[in-house]
């Protein structure tokens, strides 16, 4: 049943996991900072009865005023989180077409240095040479979104050539732990370095993601055709798989894109059997493929859930519960945990059971469940960690195995006939569509709390993954109908 | 409100008057602020038996004694030179002792003796208060058409006044009759006192390109060197 891996499927899984974590962890150094970042951009108020007093002397205390006060600078970050989701999310859809036309590494790297740059001019760069723009900030984080869009369905895409759908579940649930590894990877060296100046921050997490992609660059392989490990007798591996036509790399890694004369001329010297070039799949094409519609509304509503988690639960907590900020933040890791366990056991399951959404369906029917739970837990840390882990289990373990083991599935399904390639493609419109979800869902979480309440956001959660759950049901009758003639197939056999 | 404007922009007039007193030097200074009248400082000044112990006269400025290279005005005699209105006292912050005594000085800023954290006896005439007002000096006393303000009290420990707390990081200082200044703490520098200690570029960046360096030619062995070009 498990295929054979070599060393080269490791280094993918490592090269490509550690890209998403480097990425990641400078997501999180920017919303670590940011308290850093707003005390530089505003004069200290000093106010004591009603009447501010400038503190001398002036350079050091008063010197910056890009904004009046700390909330106007706080207000300015908010505005910066949802430009940068919003082009995130526009990015997805563009650089998912790109990666599927060009070299998957080359497109890799690019993005992982190119908002490695965009980093350090925003943080690094700006502070040196003392130029507070507010305009420049903003155009910044608009680049920084569309470059850092690009490395999600690439490596999404390296890993769906490397890894066959029999494995994948498993294997994409554990390697879909690399945005939480990054959250505690971008903490940490956030804190070990921001008491020399926010600029070292951004500095060091900038300059680590540039190695990050200087290493891609020269070490990845995308896919097991470059070296020909998918002739199974070369090698002596043969993987036994049921399909094993997905096993087969879809993306093709010469260029062919880039220099058609060249392979054509290629073609004529070697006189090969006529192997057609899988040409890349169209923008639309690809969301008229079946599943991926549904399944990317489905994951609107479901990364909405799990990113208001991700935003708001450490204020929540400290909110609700009257925690400090610290045992919050603390407490909160509960959640990623149980979200990896999840997208790894779920991943397991469906494997086993070689189908994916009525795994999703049970799990996200118990989540709505468990949310009900999470909304009426008793301040008691420990209860409150459990039922998070819990929640994290059926809310993150589905929404990790949408974006990467079933966006795979979807990019290689048998409608495309391994003639187009359209992994990456697909994995964009999938991501970015949950994106689109998760930048609305943050506006409209401060809503409904302002307005409503706490209460009335878990309303709110368990009706969205209410939603997700009716998205994938048309698929699910699909799956069981198959599921039971593979069954009575095999009760006619015996 | 008003108050608080005119506090202000009177603040940021002095700013830009410190400013310009990095860029004149101690020439200029000799030639404006010791060369404001005819003569030298006079006998029967304070200032004058100040000086005797503790310095050498220059014009009307005392400096100290054996400093190398930087002359640093310890006491400043204008006494009796019809000045009418000051502006400022250029780089004379440094002084123990000044005399205004016997001038025509309508009105006096406070904001010209801010950052005159040494400033022991202010010798003014006797219409003008003491800068910072009575409570910032130990003693004040009038001498005929002399104020005497003596004995300059920390700004720091004047719980009365304000409560003075400075931000994180940083510790009250005096800063001149009435005023205190928020200065790092050790070790502490930058914007806000929020940076400390220095951040070790060379070897954190030497560390890392040596890094990539490696495993990008490990991984370029064990990997793309197998790429097969067909």
């Known amino acids: 049943m498990w295929p054979l891996y070599t060393y080269h499927h490791l280094l993918t899984f490592l090269l490509t996991f550690f890209s998403y974590v480097l990425l990641h962890a400078s997501r999180k150094t920017f919303s670590n900072v940011k308290v850093s970042i707003s005390a530089q951009w505003t004069p200290s108020a000093l106010q004591q009865n009603g009447t501010a007093f400038t503190l001398s002397p002036t350079e050091t205390w008063e010197g910056n005023a890009l ?68 305009y420049l900030y903003c155009v910044l984080w608009v680049i920084n979104g569309l470059l850092q869009s690009t490395v999600w369905p690439c490596v999404v895409a390296i890993m769906g050539n490397w890894f066959g759908k029999s494995g994948r579940g498993f294997v994409f649930g554990l390697w879909s732990a690399c945005a939480s590894v990054g959250n505690i990877l971008g903490a940490f060296l956030a804190s070990s370095v921001l008491k020399y100046g926010y600029e070292y921050a951004f500095l060091v997490t900038s300059v680590v993601q540039f190695a990050g992609g200087v290493v891609v660059f020269f070490g990845l392989l995308t896919s097991p055709k470059e070296i020909g490990l998918n002739d199974y007798f070369e090698t002596g591996l043969r993987p036994v798989t049921r399909d094993s036509d997905s096993q087969r790399p879809l993306m093709s890694d010469e260029e062919d894109e880039l220099t058609d004369e060249y392979s054509s001329i290629q073609q004529q010297d070697e006189e090969p059997q006529p192997q057609p070039q899988p040409r890349a799949i169209g923008f639309f094409q690809a969301f008229c493929l079946p599943g991926v519609l549904p399944y990317s509304l489905a994951y609107a509503c479901l990364k909405l859930v799990n990113y208001s988690f991700f935003f708001w639960l450490p204020f929540y907590l400290s909110k609700n519960f009257g925690w400090k900020e610290v045992e919050a933040d603390r407490l909160s890791v509960w959640y990623d945990v149980g979200g990896i366990i999840g997208g790894t056991v779920q991943g397991l399951i469906s494997d086993l059971l070689g189908k994916r959404a009525p795994v999703l369906a049970i799990s996200l029917l118990l989540a709505m469940g468990s949310l009900v739970g999470y909304s009426h837990s008793p301040n008691n840390q420990l209860v409150n960690g459990a039922l998070l882990a819990t929640t994290g289990f059926l809310i993150g373990g589905p929404s990790n195995m949408i974006s990467s083991a079933i966006s795979a599935d979807l990019g290689r399904q048998e409608a495309l006939h391994n003639s187009q390639q359209a992994l990456a493609t697909v994995t964009g419109i999938v991501d970015g569509t949950g994106s689109i979800g998760a930048a609305g869902g943050q506006y409209l979480v401060s809503l ?18 209410g939603c997700s759950v009716l998205f994938i049901i048309p698929l699910l009758f699909r799956e069981i109908q198959s599921l039971c003639r593979d069954r009575q197939a095999r009760t006619l056999q015996l | ?123 003014l005439p006797s219409k003008l208060e003491c800068p910072g007002g009575r409570a910032s000096w130990e003693k004040v006393e009038v001498k005929s058409i002399t104020r005497i303000c003596e004995g300059q009290k920390n700004a720091c420990n004047q719980t009365v006044q304000m409560p003075l707390v400075c931000p994180e990081n940083s510790l009250c200082s005096p800063y001149g009759p009435g005023f205190f200044e928020c200065s790092c703490l050790n070790n502490f520098h930058g914007y806000k006192c929020m940076r400390q200690g220095e951040f070790p570029l060379v070897k954190v960046l030497g560390i890392l390109t040596a890094s990539t360096v490696v495993v990008s030619s490990v991984l370029w062995f064990t990997q793309r060197r197998k790429v097969k070009n067909t």
């Open chain 1, 67 to 134: 904004f009046a006060d700390m909330g106007e600078a706080t207000l300015f970050l908010g505005a910066l989180d949802s430009i940068f989701l919003f082009s995130y999310a526009v990015g997805l859809y563009v650089s998912g077409v790109i990666g599927d036309r060009f070299n998957l590494r080359y497109v890799l790297s690019f993005g992982l240095c190119g908002s490695a740059i965009t980093e350090f001019v925003f943080g690094t760069l700006t502070e040196w040479l003392h130029f507070y723009n507010v």
């Open chain 1, 448 to 465: 409904i709390e302002s307005k409503l309440g706490w209460m009335c956001v878990f309303y709110f959660f368990i009706i969205m993954t």
């Open chain 2, 1 to 123: 409100m008003t108050a608080n404007v005119t506090v202000s922009s009177m603040y940021l007039f002095t700013v830009l008057l410190l400013l310009f007193n990095v860029y004149v030097n101690s020439q200029d200074t000799d030639a404006q602020l010791c060369q404001m009248c005819e003569g030298t400082i006079r006998h029967d000044s304070p200032v004058w038996s100040f000086c005797i112990t503790k310095g050498y006269v220059k014009g009307h400025c005392c400096f100290k004694n054996n400093t190398s290279d930087v002359d640093t005005i310890i006491g400043l005699d204008l006494s009796n030179c019809s000045i009418s209105h000051v502006e400022h006292l250029y780089n004379s912050s440094t002084a123990l002792i000044i005399d205004l005594s016997n001038n025509p000085i309508s009105n006096l800023s406070d904001y010209v003796f801010q950052g005159f954290s040494q400033l022991t006896q202010l010798l």
